[in-house]
């Protein structure tokens, strides 16, 4: 639909009239900034002083009145709505390549109950994930929720595409930790879903909701759990003789109890990245092993632990480098250790059962390794369930082509290449950082014929198809 | 990382108000974008309180970018004009406030009408303090008449080059405020000077030297004046009865001054137990600063509220401040039934000045 | 007073990593500034152009990006920004830069003086300045730390810094003068000074200008090649006293040992 002469200005008319006039921008610095987020080919782009893709309107709501009634003007010209928290996903997901509307939820930061009886802890959507974590510290509680994005995501960041913290061996997904949320649907309607995750009133509302990328409504408000600070956190680390020796001891630990952090290193990133920032110096596997919980059981865990991983043949490094994982665990992400802009590079995770693990990381390996010439791939299992592991795969080539449009294009094959041999091994497109609009076409492929059930909410939900086009395959 | 504690971005909500969003629109002004407006609005709506320095780990220090942004806006003239305003009242007046020259040396003339010419130590008051919250002046100086101090204060101070520097850069004509203060400190033969405003503190310690401007006495901070007085017994302190009280830390005093304990030592020789707010010390958040509410005082009303909201979770009461800007811009919207005191005040009537 | 400063953009970090293979100081990713002599040789001829007028004139010759120098070039008083750069002169040596910033100065002069540095961080051979002056057929002095109004008219007086003392001479213009780094330091420029500076355009010179012969510049009309760059490994001393039939006979056996050495090198 065009808008012709001053249309956009009546329009701008209703979006202040909602949220009042200081909360509606189309200031070049405002569309600027909300043109960038963590997606590799965005942070390229602007890098190379690339015109970023540009939203008409930056609009912030304060309530969830005011979310329901921009929905309805939005609807009503039929102007797409991209949802911004952070704007630190790597998917793309919040790029408002539809141009429209942005709307930044970090108005909506308030922090509405903490019941330490029930032990839950309720906020708006818009809070920063830290923020959340500092309040539930006030009160000598803790989220467990910490992804490396915890800085600057936002609650309904790591909600939209069913983020991860280092913890979730033991506490589980933010998926696990939710249990219920008011969501504004595309027509404006206000609803909730069940105050409890657990019951046999019908499908999971929650599930539907959470992972959609802000494609079938905007969440508004958030309830999860919280966890009494453990009594002890005891951090241990071992080296494997090969990666295929740490994911079978790695699979039995699961069978016996949930440490809260377990990761496994392949040799080029025990040699490069933990070499680095850990400063361990071996040949091998690195897994490091965190226990915690009162200390009359993680005594038990770590007897349990140590136990199998001597029976696969591991040297027992003690707890010092253990420790310094953890101290370190933000430290891989930061600059000069992780990578970045002029390389080119991805996390391809994926998950699957124990029986594809390394039927996977050997497929990956080889499909990136033999196809792309200077390119190179090290992996992780980072969170591991009884059934199966995720694999933090990652792509690396120092030397991308200069061109943006010749950059963009080799990105891509390599994540169809990378993706594809996942998938077609038992893998997944993604663990846990989502779709977005890196790999929305993928999802007919990893779906097939129950694409259509997403479909159908998409069109019953959201008729005119305004919430954020172009991503999650949608 | 700066965006989970950028004090003026948790409470406006908007990604243009953290350090990562100027970085954005530096990097993309120097790719041949227009550094226009709206650019140098989002330059000039932040504390330049340090907290993003504080967990930055690419190393960088936005407030050093951010101030040479502000030099670029106002050499392109795309000032917002209410910060113009601000920065014309400095060239003119040397202050943010707007008040005549000619009315703050009257004010500094009514503080210490005998100021000596020459004395040991100088105290230099600073326009915050003498726009702002003058009875903060007045009780520091009956704290130094009773701790039988030589010391005196200049009836003309100029402008220390706190405040225009953080307006229009580390430029000639803020090196050259700075210089003309340095001439006046000097001629007093003071030994040692202190500056009331933690801002002008850190900007004679650590700017003037690299200025080139030859501060001949010692710069020490008004708290670590007072502190080492109780230490050395010239003052006495008598108990004081406060109901839950916290202690709000000057961004510029524990972040840029490193120094955190010399307020708390005050509070304590008073027999007033802290209860320190989640944010503190090094990681206080900052309450908004004078200059910000002077231009955009609706987004200090947001900040100051951020922090007042940080004591109310505890159930305090009473909020301790040590510089008088903090004191000025949470006290102007300060919540019912709470309260902010300036711990020089309280030291004052502690010791029956 | 027509001023030409010449100034060379350098790496502004201590951390410099080499690229083993070409022996050429990697410059991608660093962090780049002007030549702390050169800064010198601008405030000079700042203090030369407030004292007898006239205009500065800042050449660089590098890659695109060392445009950046004559910015800051332009903020310390420079009235006209001269950027050198083709592929063609890339990987010069002194003489070869020398040639190609003499060509230049020749085209856009004359001058009545030629500043520079005294040496550069990077190469430290100091040679460019001299070089420039053998080619524009004028005199020359090095390692200046003060240049001043002389009684003679045509003349200045200059003080040249030596391992042993301060010297000073009169030399008569036009002539080619290096400075010392660390001595001059400028001042913070003024709002006005930035803006004047932003306006200045930089007036770029390639080969399809300057029409060189392309044996004389660059590589190509390098007369010297980097063989090795390597991180000094310190010195290793051991301490001998001997008697002066000793230390003859100590000597003489050095001698031989150096020339076999460069026999077999």
Redo the contacts between chains.
């Keep these: 639909m065009e808008f012709r002469g001053y249309m956009i200005d009546m329009i701008r008319t209703e979006l202040e009239d909602v949220v009042g006039v200081e909360h509606v921008s189309t200031k070049k610095s405002e569309t600027t900034v909300y043109g960038v987020d963590y997606f590799w080919i965005s942070r390229m782009w602007a890098d190379r002083g690339m015109e970023p893709p540009r939203a008409d309107f930056v609009v912030r709501p304060d309530t969830t009145e005011e979310v329901s009634r921009l929905m309805k003007v939005a609807n009503y010209y039929k102007i797409p709505v991209h949802t911004w928290g952070g704007g630190s996903g790597s998917q793309g997901g919040a790029m408002p390549m539809a141009g429209g509307i942005l709307l930044d939820m970090k108005r909506m930061n308030r922090l509405v109950e903490i019941d330490e009886f029930s032990m839950t802890i309720t906020a708006e959507t818009g809070m920063i994930l830290q923020i959340l974590e500092n309040y539930a510290n006030e009160k000598g509680y803790s989220t467990m929720h910490y992804p490396s994005c915890i800085t600057c995501g936002t609650i309904g960041g790591s909600l939209a595409h069913r983020g991860i913290g280092v913890l979730s061996s033991k506490y589980g997904k933010i998926d696990d930790m939710c249990l219920g949320m008011e969501i504004v649907l595309p027509n404006g309607d206000i609803i909730n879903t069940l105050p409890v995750p657990k019951h046999a009133a019908g499908p999971d509302l929650n599930q539907i909701f959470i992972g959609s990328e802000g494609t079938l409504g905007i969440m508004t408000k958030a309830t999860f759990k919280i966890f009494k600070m453990p009594e002890v956190r005891s951090h241990r680390a071992f080296l494997f003789s090969d990666f295929g020796a740490g994911v079978k001891a790695g699979r039995d630990i699961m069978q016996e109890f949930k440490p809260s952090i377990m990761r496994l290193y392949d040799e080029p990133e025990t040699r490069s990245i933990i070499k680095k920032v850990i400063g361990v110096d071996k040949k091998g596997a690195f897994m490091n092993i965190t226990c915690e919980g009162k200390a009359e059981v993680v005594a038990i865990e770590e007897r349990i632990m140590k136990e199998i991983c001597a029976r696969y043949g591991a040297e027992d490094l003690g707890s010092e480098w253990g420790e310094k994982w953890y101290e370190n665990r933000l430290t891989f992400f930061y600059p000069g250790h992780i990578m970045d802009i002029p390389q080119m590079y991805g996390t391809m995770d994926t998950v699957c059962t124990y029986d594809n693990v390394e039927k996977i990381y050997w497929a990956m390996k080889k499909a990136i390794e033999n196809n792309f010439e200077g390119v190179r791939f090290i992996a992780h299992c980072s969170h591991w369930y009884e059934w199966g592991t995720m694999i933090y795969d990652r792509f690396i080539m120092d030397n991308p082509p200069s061109d943006p449009e010749a950059a963009i294009s080799l990105h891509n094959r390599i994540w169809n290449t990378g993706v594809r041999a996942a998938m077609k091994n038992g893998g997944v497109i993604n663990d846990h950082h989502g779709i977005g609009l890196k790999l929305g076409r993928l999802m007919k492929e990893q779906y097939g014929p129950a694409m259509q059930v997403f479909e159908a909410l998409k069109k019953g939900l959201d008729p005119n198809g305004i919430m954020n086009p172009y991503k999650l395959g949608l | 990382m700066c965006r989970y504690i950028c004090p003026v971005g948790l409470q406006t909500g908007s990604e243009l108000n953290n350090a990562r969003a100027k970085a954005l629109l530096i990097s993309y002004a120097v790719r041949g974008q227009k550094f226009d407006e709206s650019f140098a609005e989002a330059m000039y709506q932040c504390c330049l309180c340090g907290a993003c320095s504080q967990d930055c780990a690419t190393g960088f220090e936005p407030p050093v970018f951010i101030r040479e942004a502000r ?1 670029e806006a ?3 003239d795309v000032v917002p004009p209410n910060v113009q305003n601000v920065i014309t009242s400095v060239l003119d007046n040397d202050n943010i406030f707007g008040v005549k020259a000619e009315e703050t040396s009257n004010r500094l003339k009514s503080l210490l009408p005998d100021a000596k010419e020459k004395a040991e130590v100088l105290i230099y008051v600073g326009h915050s303090a003498l726009c702002r919250a003058p009875e903060i002046a007045k009780a520091f100086i009956a704290l130094c008449g009773k701790a039988g101090i030589d010391f005196t204060i200049l009836h003309d101070e100029g402008q220390s080059g706190a405040e225009l520097g953080d307006l ?1 850069g ?6 050259d405020k700075a210089k003309m203060v340095v001439e006046k400190i000097n001629a007093t033969g003071a030994k040692k000077v202190v500056p009331l405003d933690p801002n002008c503190t850190r900007v004679m310690r650590q700017e003037y030297p690299a ?2 401007c030859d501060l001949k006495p010692e710069v020490q901070t008004a708290t670590a004046f007072m502190a080492e007085l109780i230490r050395e017994g010239k003052l006495r302190p008598g108990k004081i009865e406060t109901g839950l009280t916290t202690f709000h830390d000057p961004c510029k005093l524990s972040r840029d001054l490193d120094e955190v304990n010399e307020a708390r030592e005050i509070l304590s020789a008073m027999g007033i137990h802290i209860t320190e707010m989640l944010l503190n010390r090094k990681w206080t958040k900052c309450c908004g600063t004078e200059i910000l509410k002077a231009h955009s005082p609706n987004i200090t009303e947001l900040t100051a509220g951020g922090r007042w909201d940080d004591a109310r979770r505890l159930g305090i009461r009473t909020m301790v401040t040590a510089c008088p800007g903090c004191y000025d811009v949470l006290g102007e919207h300060t919540p019912e039934g709470m309260e902010v005191k300036d711990i020089f005040m309280m030291l004052a009537e502690a010791c029956r000045c | 007073m027509e001023i030409a400063v010449c100034v060379k953009q350098v790496i502004d970090t201590k951390e410099i990593t080499l690229d083993e293979n070409n022996n050429i100081i990697r410059r991608d990713g660093m962090s780049m500034s002007v030549n702390p002599a050169d800064r010198t040789a601008l405030s000079m001829a700042t203090r030369l152009k407030r004292q007898f007028g006239g205009r500065i004139t800042a050449v660089t010759m590098g890659t695109p990006g060392s445009v950046s120098v004559l910015h800051e070039a332009a903020l310390m008083g420079a009235n006209v920004l001269y950027l050198v750069t083709d592929p063609a002169f890339a990987s010069a040596d002194t003489y070869a830069t020398a040639f190609v910033l003499s060509e230049v100065l020749k085209k856009t002069g004359p001058f009545d003086l030629v500043l520079c540095g005294r040496k550069a961080v990077d190469g430290e051979t100091g040679q460019v300045g001299p070089s420039l002056s053998v080619m524009l057929g004028v005199d020359c002095m090095t390692n200046l730390i003060d240049i001043e109004e002389s009684d003679c008219p045509g003349f200045l007086n200059c003080t040249r810094l030596t391992e042993t003392s301060e010297e000073t001479y009169r030399i008569t213009l036009p002539a080619v003068l290096t400075l010392c780094e660390g001595i001059l ?1 400028e ?5 006005a ?3 004047r500076a ?1 306006k200045i355009p930089v007036i770029s010179f390639s080969n399809q200008e300057l029409h060189l012969p392309l044996q004389s510049v660059g590589m190509k009309g390098s007369w010297t090649r980097v063989r090795k760059v390597s991180v000094s490994s310190g010195g290793d001393r051991e301490c001998r006293f001997l008697s002066l039939e000793e230390g003859v006979k100590a000597a003489a056996e050095m001698i031989e040992q150096c020339k076999e050495s460069r026999q077999s090198s």
């Excluded at chain 2, 580390?170 to 090196?175: A, F, I, N």
């Design positions: 030099t106002v050499v392109n229009i580390y430029v000639e004509e803020t090196v200025w080139e | 330091l001042s913070r420029p003024s709002i000074a930035l803006r932003a």
